[in-house]
């Protein structure tokens, strides 16, 4: 059975990094990893997708070893703003009947 | 930001009930999806649809239907509500194009069932 498992909270302070990781030890070649973030009484948004190795974008950046067991989320410098609840998620494709895989979500706090 | 909104944002209704809520697109997505985000329980799909008159059921479908009668429109009804429905209940759109994960979401309907 698929899954995707993430820490349910982290704390951190302004200026640092933060490392999220998520396992999916189910994963198959054919599937994708995605991260969103989301502040209350929003919708998620989403922030950065990869297949392997590294992906970096203007707000992150996701390493994925080469076993794609695991993903980790770095978000350089947060600040307090960052504070939010990060999701993992793994989209598996099988023509129309599309998976997705949902973490249950990391809430991260930014202190001061 | 994608085209994508809810209503109503906020109903108050009792049990035994129907509710209908409406997502709709303006961006041509094939896929569209209802969510409902309950504390401890993240984000969980009740249904799907991934054309006009295709849907499908997700692993929280019971109480619950769609209907996608056009592709702008995502209809989810709760025939009978039921108090374990109140939650946050949010539809997202993504396109078609094979292996993306990216999602657009609405803002969210706040459901209260008395």
């Known amino acids: 059975l698929a899954k995707t498992t993430q820490p349910i909270s982290m704390d951190s302070y302004e200026g640092q990094e933060v490392n999220i990781t998520c396992s999916h030890n189910?994963?198959?070649?054919?599937?994708?990893i995605t991260w969103y973030q989301q502040f209350p009484s929003q919708g998620p948004r989403f922030i950065i997708q990869?297949?392997?190795?590294?992906v970096t974008n203007e707000v992150a950046s996701l390493f994925i070893p080469a076993d794609r067991k695991s993903s980790t989320l770095s978000l350089p410098r947060v600040s307090l703003s960052d504070t939010a609840v990060y999701y993992c998620?793994?989209?598996?494709?099988?023509?129309?009947?599309?998976?997705?895989?949902w973490g249950l979500g990391t809430s991260l706090a930014v202190n001061p | 930001d994608a085209g994508i909104t809810q209503s109503p944002r906020h109903k108050v209704t009792e049990t035994g009930t129907p509710v209908t809520l409406r997502c709709h697109q303006t961006?041509?997505?094939?896929?569209m999806y209802w969510y409902r985000q309950d504390p401890g329980h993240g984000l969980r799909l009740i249904h799907y649809?991934?054309?006009?008159?295709?849907?499908d059921k997700g692993e929280v479908s019971d109480g619950y239907s769609v209907s996608r009668s056009k592709t702008e429109d995502f209809l989810l009804t709760l025939e009978s509500a039921t108090s374990s429905q109140t939650s946050v209940y949010f539809c997202?759109?993504?396109?078609?194009?094979?292996?993306?994960?990216?999602?657009?979401f609405g803002e969210g309907s706040r459901l209260t069932v008395l």
């Open positions: 998620l793994v989209v598996k494709n099988a023509g129309n009947n599309r998976k997705l895989i």
């Open positions: 990869g297949y392997k190795t590294k």
């Open positions: 189910n994963i198959a070649t054919n599937d994708y």
């Open positions: 997202a759109i993504s396109p078609g194009t094979v292996n993306t994960g990216e999602l657009f």
């Open positions: 649809s991934y054309g006009v008159k295709d849907t």
């Open positions: 961006e041509n997505h094939r896929y």
